[in-house]
């Protein structure tokens, strides 16, 4: 059965970011087996406009008035909403304000729903947290409650969430992916790694929006961790940026770091995957429970390197400690740091643990993702009595 699909994100690429990453590439394998696929997402950084066509798939970016604590304010979107056409609605939170409207527009017609839940909303300011305990004991359940089926990608965040349990008959798990053609070992980065005087030295790379809506990430205590480890010859390439790069650069000033870390800004799609081909190793050191899922450690790992992470969240779902990365502690720098110097000293243990997470990462294709999604879309619509048999879904 081919259906009709209609997702909703709140930024699409060029806008980086986990769930932007994870919403393009299940929309373009979706219409890759058959499927008819639009997304709808906030404009920035490209203009709104009509429906354009992007890798097969119809995507609509709608005009913003501006943020509301990182949320875009997209007064169009319930609207735009209940014209769609399409067999089913595949919105992805966290975003309370399109979970709101998925949720609306379903109840109001008739229409199947499905909520990808990435992780929980951070409570980055003291604000913020007020607003968040007033969304998990409130206005969530209003939502939750209308979604046909609840998709997240880690059981391990699944089994740690206390919202989500309350639907534990309607969530369903479907880990995020990795395109293994894209990020692979054996790619020529000896130019690069000339050009940024890394030939000499382990190599560790942050790869992560760097705003006060992602300091979750953890990179202040990846910075105190590299002052411990004290090691001339370890270096850091941090990628990403935001409002907060150059307070994470004076950080790294005033550490006595700055010729060991570099921050090179956003990259292009073409040249990431180099810049973890060039690295011995990703740092994942997340603070708290809005990190999900971790797709950086996937995507190192199919560029043959391991992860260090910090074993909150949704990290442990997808790193097993000494099988294809290390799990430390989160907000603790010393043992950061202990881990570090682990992995910079056991070249075997490194070498064999990046061997491990490629075969991890062959088995998170993004092609599977997306059956094991349109699996849950059809028991949607059989549960709804739009869908005759589970003859019509293929195995």
Excluded at 101 to 125: E, I
Excluded at 153 to 158: A, D, E, I, L, R
Excluded at 207 to 233: F, P, S
């Amino acid at each position: 059965m081919n259906m009709n699909i209609h997702i909703v994100n709140t930024f699409y690429p060029p806008w980086r970011g986990g769930a932007e990453t994870c919403t393009r590439n299940l929309a373009v394998n979706l219409q890759r087996i058959g499927h008819r696929v639009s997304v709808t997402a906030a404009h920035p950084p490209l203009k709104p406009g009509d429906y354009v066509e992007e890798e097969g798939v119809s995507v609509k970016r709608l005009r913003s008035i501006g943020m509301f604590y990182g949320v875009p304010i997209v007064p169009e979107l319930p609207r735009h909403l209940m014209r769609v056409e399409a067999d089913i609605l595949h919105v992805n939170f966290p975003n309370p304000y399109t979970a709101s409207s998925g949720a609306f527009t379903s109840k109001l017609r008739k229409m199947p729903a499905v909520l990808t839940w990435h992780n929980d909303l951070p409570p980055v300011t003291k604000v913020a947290g007020i607003l968040v305990r007033i969304h998990d004991s409130i206005l969530s359940s209003y939502y939750l409650n209308i979604y046909d089926a609840i998709i997240t990608t880690s059981n391990v965040y699944f089994e740690g969430s206390k919202i989500l349990k309350k639907y534990w008959r309607k969530v369903r798990v479907v880990e995020n992916g990795v395109d293994c053609e894209r990020f692979k070992p054996g790619v020529e980065v000896g130019d690069l790694k000339m050009r940024l005087n890394l030939t000499k030295s382990k190599v560790a790379l942050f790869v992560g929006a760097l705003t006060k809506w992602h300091r979750y990430k953890g990179l202040e205590d990846l910075l105190a961790a590299l002052k411990i480890l004290n090691r001339e010859d370890v270096k850091l390439i941090v990628v990403g940026d935001g409002d907060l790069r150059s307070e994470y650069q004076d950080m790294a000033e005033q550490l006595g770091l700055s010729g060991r870390v570099l921050f090179v800004g956003n990259l292009p799609d073409n040249l990431l995957p180099r810049y973890y081909a060039a690295s011995d190793f990703l740092v994942l050191p997340s603070r708290d429970r809005s990190e999900g899922f971790g797709l950086t450690i996937l995507e190192a790992n199919a560029s043959g390197i391991p992860a260090v992470a910090s074993n909150v969240g949704g990290i442990p779902g997808i790193l097993t400690d000494r099988v294809n990365g290390l799990l430390v502690p989160p907000r603790d720098p010393q043992a950061l740091a202990d881990a570090l110097q682990v992995i910079v000293e056991d070249d075997d243990l490194r070498v064999r643990m990046g061997l491990m997470g490629r075969k991890i990462a062959l088995s998170h294709d993004w092609s599977k993702v997306a059956f094991e999604t349109f699996k849950v879309y059809c028991e949607v619509l059989q549960n709804r009595g739009l869908m005759k048999s589970k003859a019509q879904i293929p195995m």
